[in-house]
């Protein structure tokens, strides 16, 4: 199983929410200690989306953090970005044919049939969600609690990451429900103080790595992720 980042916190980025400049809102997360950032910029056109992952690379880089971009393969190719994310639809097999097996890739998953699917197609990954309601897709279906984030986890082969509703409150919970980690978006971006803010989210977590969640993937022992060369 390939080794993802730790702390096992996947920030995803909206420009559209966020309080900052997105450069300077990664800036400050990487600052408080987040060392996985995901562009997740679908209204730009590529050549935007190149750019502004290429210089989310080079922000991450002094930090060894894993940067990747959702949805565009292309763009993960033509930067040193580490992977790609795909959504719940995208063909894992394609991009692990395009990006090659350094890549890494994860894809969203919403039930146990995608939990499977991903897993069987070799993703290294997955984000589970809407944990929680979330103000970032207010009417993107009915949540999956924690109930329902232990049962999909205790079942998956591959790491899920717990999405929607993410912050510090929550966070440790999540882990203790079986989740490898959690990603986070909205509560990110929103945050008037980020670093502070990313800084109680890893707090929380660090006490749940001390060993695996019953049932679940433990990130206690991994390293960043290699990445890719330009």
Request: include cysteine; charged fraction near 20%; glycine fraction near 8%.
């Amino acid at each position: 199983m390939k080794a993802l980042p730790v702390p096992p916190l996947l920030v995803i980025t909206d420009r559209k929410q966020s309080a900052r400049p997105l450069l300077a809102m990664a800036q400050a997360l990487l600052a408080g200690g987040c060392r996985w950032i995901s562009l997740r910029e679908p209204d730009l056109s590529r050549a935007e989306r190149v750019d502004l992952l290429q210089r989310l690379v080079r922000c991450g880089a002094p930090s060894g953090a894993a940067i990747s971009v959702h949805a565009d393969c292309d763009a993960a190719m033509a930067t040193a970005a580490t992977g790609v994310h795909l959504p719940r639809h995208g063909s894992i097999t394609a991009a692990r044919a395009y990006l090659g097996n350094r890549a890494t890739i994860g894809i969203s998953a919403h039930d146990r049939y995608e939990l499977r699917r991903a897993a069987e197609l070799g993703a290294d990954y997955v984000t589970l969600s809407p944990i929680f309601a979330t103000a970032s897709k207010p009417n993107y279906g009915p949540s999956l609690g924690l109930a329902g984030l232990a049962e999909l986890a205790k079942a998956a082969a591959i790491p899920v990451y717990a999405l929607g509703g993410i912050d510090a409150s929550n966070a440790a919970q999540c882990r203790a429900a079986g989740a490898a980690g959690v990603a986070i978006m909205g509560a990110a971006m929103r945050a008037d103080d980020p670093e502070t803010m990313i800084r109680g989210v890893i707090a929380v977590l660090d006490q749940t790595l001390v060993a695996a969640p019953e049932g679940g993937h433990s990130s206690a022992k991994l390293e960043p992720i290699a990445r890719q060369p330009p």
